[in-house]
């Protein structure tokens, strides 16, 4: 493949609006499974080693926003992250594709957004049960991993449409 194919193949790449959705759910279902993993298996604040000198479970219940903003706000956080769900969906929806950084960063920020707001709504509080043991950062779940997924998708994106590199 010469290097106009591989220009051409590139700037084609792209996500279709079902595969970004199949994503997001994807996302939800390994985070609200591994949350109640977590509540199942887990004592409420004792920690317990999973790779040694780097990561930690310890199951706590956080009813603030990242870095333990907001706390006690879980009606407010819920509302607002139903209104990010709903503008999400829509966004997703009003394109039969999106290039593929800017529909994974889509679909990732939905599956977060709705797994942490699924816990808000039904339980009152979003459970965080990982915990970066060599630094003092915020216990956190796999809808935040995937939400930060969904920012580093954004910034390639911004980056590569910046450089003329836009895959659609």
């Known amino acids: 493949m010469n290097a106009t194919e591989s ?26 499974w591994s949350k109640h993993w ?8 004792r920690p317990v080693p999973f790779i040694p000198g780097f990561l930690q479970l310890r199951l706590v ?3 603030g926003a990242a ?12 509302v607002l992250s139903l209104l990010v769900t709903l503008g999400v969906t ?14 994974l960063a889509l679909a990732f920020l939905l ?7 699924i816990d808000r709504w039904r339980l009152g509080h979003v459970t965080d049960f990982l915990e970066l043991v060599p630094i003092q950062f915020p216990i956190f ?3 935040d991993v995937v939400i930060n997924f969904a920012v580093v998708c954004f910034a390639v994106d911004a980056f590569r449409e910046r450089h003329g590199q836009v895959d659609s």
């Open 61 to 63: 219940h956080n009813t």
């Open 67 to 78: 870095f333990s903003l907001f706390t006690d706000s879980t009606l407010v956080l819920g």
């Open 90 to 103: 829509a966004w997703i929806w009003s394109q039969p594709k999106r290039c593929f950084w800017m529909g």
């Open 111 to 117: 599956g977060g957004t709705l797994g942490n707001g």
């Open 38 to 45: 977590a509540r199942s298996a887990l004592i409420l604040g």
């Open 141 to 143: 779940n796999w809808a």
């Open 7 to 32: 220009a051409v193949r590139r700037k084609r790449r792209s996500l279709r609006r079902e595969t970004l959705l199949l994503i997001s759910v994807g996302m939800v279902i390994l985070d609200q």
